[in-house]
């Protein structure tokens, strides 16, 4: 099955600059792909000359004559904006002409623009994002990251349902293990949503595997790790500034003297593999679940390099079903719960 | 003003084999202290044979006839153990005859005793732990972090005042600056109870710089973060998880082959000055604000060069009158409201 996905071209801090190149590098990379770029014209045109490219049957443009800024308030995109970017690339995958939309732009209007224009699935009230982090043995899907600031215990589950069946259909893995974020492994522990949700949870049939904490999330305890979105966010920001404070750290190390510089430059190999392993452009890319159709969004500051994996986050999911795995399984239950 | 502390000898996951030699260590390290072993006197006794020590004028020992479990529910602490080694130090400093207890044991009991023993300070509600970590230029004072799992924003402001305090005092900054931990640095973003701190904290009087993302925590963006201690919990947790894991990656690397092994030995110098930099172990201490009296609370796990950084975590308090500052800018801020 050929997959179609529409990129919005101008999203992010660097627009056509990055999402451009990454569209082209990712036709190479894969045979059954087309792409959709989507934004103003004649800018997305003149970046596409300056790699030498030109529109083919994998590779089209969708102009769009609006572009939703950065800190655009959500409200003012959806309404104010009918032709952006942003939106004519969800109404692209709407239409059933894209499998799939990638942006890069403004959260909080992403969010509001595909709730609006793909609705919510049937049995979920909140969208969530869910991405992948690595951890000591693999990777673990975790969410809300950031989309639900109030959760209440039965948004937690839906949370859980859907990131299991995210996992289910990325990594062929037939019952998830679910961990519920909290404060202590012990059931006492917790505020009121938490432990609510931990009793919906052992009696929903999922692989639960009870509570876990922060630091189980990088230790690979479980394939999914459920939590609000204040809790999730902070949780990934946390992470990402550690990881930024421990690499400048290491390059001061490094830096200190002739001989340190030397010790670095001899431990260069082994600092290369490690970046990469750690490199967190490889977990760009995050999935707004709930939806009727797959979208994903890119961090706003992403390279190229990593617009490409968020590329592959749709394209993975649209080639495995995700959504069609989601759908089963939420009627699987309803019909259980009935 | 010579100083007192009171030791938890038997709490923590390793007990006296962790608490004794530290304290004979710290006893080395400073003049004006003197060191109280609180717990079962034949077992702290036959620890201190094991290094070759006896009572002395500054080092003695408090008979506790029993002693709280890790596991133990706080309130089976509290009302069941009243002779316990966690309660009968924090006996001590409410009869003035120490200045400070350190304990590595059970936290919710901890929390539990002391809140009983030592009454909260007037015009606080809630007792918040805070603690140190290190940032790219400093260290930043971080409240709450699991004590409170549903705060209001009036608790939220009371952290602030207390979190100052302990800045002001320990590290001698006159107004040290504070952010509130969100999801967003724009001043629509978060939940209700965020909304309603950051607008009282604007009205305060303190050194308010506002809302501030999980990345910004090791950025050093303020000198003291605010936050709920589910919020505060998971950060702190996330941070040992994945540091861990960094860890491991790192010594995955370098074994990878006889050759990134030579690579290893090469950079040992420059790897150990960075392990050292990051050694969690020195920022261990959590500081029980907002009650009548200085309760530090180590790690379980802590081993005795980490359990020394607890005691010198009391010691500075004690040693730079924490309490009367806190006592005493809760009391201006009264004054003022009224």
């Known amino acids: 099955m050929a997959i179609t996905i529409a990129l919005d071209c101008m999203g992010g801090d660097h627009g056509v600059k990055v999402t451009v190149p990454a569209a082209i590098d990712f036709l190479k990379r894969e ?38 800024a950065m800190d655009e308030p959500p409200a003012h995109a959806l309404r104010g904006k009918r032709n952006s970017s942003m939106r004519v690339a969800a109404d692209l995958v709407k239409e059933g002409v894209a499998d799939a939309c990638v942006s890069a732009g403004n959260t909080g ?33 975790m969410l809300d990251l950031g989309a639900n600031v109030n959760c209440t215990a039965e948004h937690l589950v839906q949370f859980a349902v859907m990131g299991s069946c995210l996992v289910s259909a990325v990594e062929h893995i037939e019952r998830p293990s679910i961990g519920l974020l909290n404060i202590g492994e012990e059931q006492i522990k917790g505020n009121e949503v938490v432990k609510d949700a931990a009793e919906l949870l052992r009696a929903s049939g999922l692989n639960f595997r009870g509570n876990v904490e922060g630091s189980n999330i990088y230790m690979g305890s479980t394939d999914v ?3 609000d979105g204040f809790v999730g966010n902070v949780a990934l920001k946390t992470s ?8 400048q750290y290491l390059r001061e190390e ?10 670095g430059l001899l431990a260069l190999p082994v600092v290369k593999s490690f970046r990469k392993r750690v490199d967190h452009r490889r977990y760009n890319g995050a999935s707004l679940l709930g939806l009727r159709g797959i979208v ?17 986050r749709a394209y993975t999911a649209a080639k495995r079903g995700m959504l069609a795995s989601i759908n089963d399984k939420i009627n699987a239950m309803q019909q259980k719960a009935a």
Not at 51 to 60: A, E, I, K
Not at 136 to 141: E, H, I, L, M, T
Not at 254 to 263: A, E, H, K, M, N
């Open 225 to 227: 790790i459920v939590c």
């Open 296 to 312: 994903v969004k890119s961090h706003g500051a992403a390279d190229a390099y990593a617009f490409g994996f968020a590329i592959r």
């Open 240 to 247: 990402e500034g550690l990881a930024q404070m421990l690499g």
């Open 31 to 68: 045979d059954d792909v087309s792409i959709i770029l989507v934004g103003l014209a004649d800018v997305i045109e003149r970046e596409l000359r300056r790699y030498g490219t030109t529109v083919s049957d994998r590779l089209s443009v969708k102009a769009a004559s609006e572009v939703v």
């Open 109 to 141: 209007a992403l969010m509001a623009i595909s709730r609006f224009v793909l609705k919510m699935m049937p049995g979920i009230e909140r969208p969530a994002i869910a991405s992948f982090l690595p951890t000591v043995n693999g990777r673990v899907c």
């Open 254 to 263: 490094f830096s200190r003297s002739p001989f340190t510089r030397l010790c």
